[in-house]
T-cell receptor, first 110, second 114 residues
Framework: TQLLEQSPQFLSIQEGENLTVYCNSSSVFSSLQWYRQEPGEGPVLLVTVVTGGEVKKLKRLTFQFGDARKDSSLHITAAQPGDTGLYLCAGGGNAGKSTFGDGTTLTVKP | KAGVTQTPRYLIKTRGQQVTLSCSPISGHRSVSWYQQTPGQGLQFLFEYFSETQRNKGNFPGRFSGRQFSNSRSEMNVSTLELGDSALYLC?????????????FGQGTRLTVV
């Protein structure tokens, strides 16, 4: 069974600060997705990384896939209250049976 | 292009009853997966359907079942509801099976069992 561990589990910061959340596994994944979920809503796909060492940027968000494709990180620059949410990483196998981490709950205070 | 639509959004049922949840995937998507999300367990995979066939199944009891229709719409059914079945049930659609395919989620159905 492929497991994904996310850290930290909870993160509370002030607006304008930078942060990094991590997604780690002992298994190799063919791809990895990052999602953001707001309370009572479904996860929204942010990015997919597929190549070891790949870096993708989405405005203030930077995603990196580890060289060995076993880990990933999400860095947010100058966090805003609108970034508040649950950040989930998911590793593919078959898309229909992605393995999800338990998530990092981020709170950005104004 | 419309997103994934789940109905109903909210549902309250009594222990012992059964419930059916519906999911309409993104047009053209043939793969539909179902997940249960609870605060303590996170996102747990229930099952996946592709072209009307169940392709994968998670570790849930037989009270949880599903099906997919020829238009790719999917339903999941939970029989003999238990208090522990209270959760957010999420449906995700993908354009195809296979590695690296992204899943797009609906808003979920919040089921409360009392």
């Amino acid at each position: 069974t492929q497991l994904l561990e996310q850290s930290p589990q909870f993160l509370s910061i002030q607006e304008g600060e930078n942060l990094t959340v991590y997604c780690n596994s002992s298994s190799v994944f063919s791809s990895l997705q990052w999602y953001r979920q707001e309370p009572g809503e479904g996860p929204v796909l942010l990015v997919t990384v597929v190549t070891g060492g790949e870096v993708k940027k989405l405005k203030r968000l930077t995603f990196q896939f580890g060289d060995a494709r076993k880990d990933s990180s999400l860095h947010i620059t100058a966090a805003q209250p609108g970034d508040t949410g649950l950040y989930l990483c998911a590793g593919g196998g078959n898309a229909g049976k992605s393995t999800f981490g338990d998530g990092t709950t981020l709170t950005v205070k104004p | 292009k419309a997103g994934v639509t789940q109905t109903p959004r909210y549902l309250i049922k009594t222990r012992g009853q059964q419930v059916t949840l519906s999911c309409s995937p993104i047009s053209g998507h043939r793969s539909v997966s179902w997940y249960q999300q609870t605060p303590g367990q996170g996102l747990q995979f229930l099952f996946e359907y592709f072209s009307e066939t169940q392709r994968n199944k998670g570790n849930f009891p037989g009270r949880f079942s599903g099906r997919q229709f020829s238009n790719s719409r999917s339903e999941m059914n939970v029989s003999t509801l238990e208090l522990g079945d209270s959760a957010l049930y999420l449906c995700a659609s993908s354009s195809r099976q296979g590695r690296g395919t992204e899943a797009f989620f609906g808003q979920g159905t919040r089921l409360t069992v009392v």
